[in-house]
Nanobody, 114 residues
């Protein structure tokens, strides 16, 4: 059974940084596109950043120049380096990975507050 396991969320002050990690378990096959989404109460899940099979990236306008997505093909992992965090970045962050099916992680809470 394929699982995406996230880690790295937490509480950080405005202007601070966090690094989210997502590691795939239960599969030796690689993923196509992998990405990070976020969701706040009462709102739809939205794309934060995604990285294609060959490394092309796409970012939401709200996080461009602050967040960096990367992946490790050997570890079947994707990462999100979040810098200059703002209170509006507060959300549950979800990892997503595409194989034959689409898989989601369980979510990790990121709270940006002083």
């Amino acid at each position: 059974q394929v699982q995406l396991v996230e880690s790295g969320g937490g509480l950080v002050q405005p202007g601070g940084s966090l690094r989210l990690s997502c590691v795939a378990q239960g599969t030796t096959y690689g993923f196509g596109t992998m990405g990070w989404y976020r969701q706040t109460p009462g709102n739809q899940r939205e794309l934060v950043a995604e990285i294609g099979k060959y490394g092309s990236t796409n970012y939401a306008d709200s996080v461009k120049d602050r967040f960096i997505i990367s992946r490790d093909y050997d570890k079947n992992a994707v990462y999100l380096q979040m810098n200059f965090l703002k209170p509006e970045d507060t959300a549950v962050y979800y990892c997503k990975g595409d194989q034959r099916y689409t898989y989601w992680g369980q979510g990790t809470q990121v709270t940006v507050s002083s």
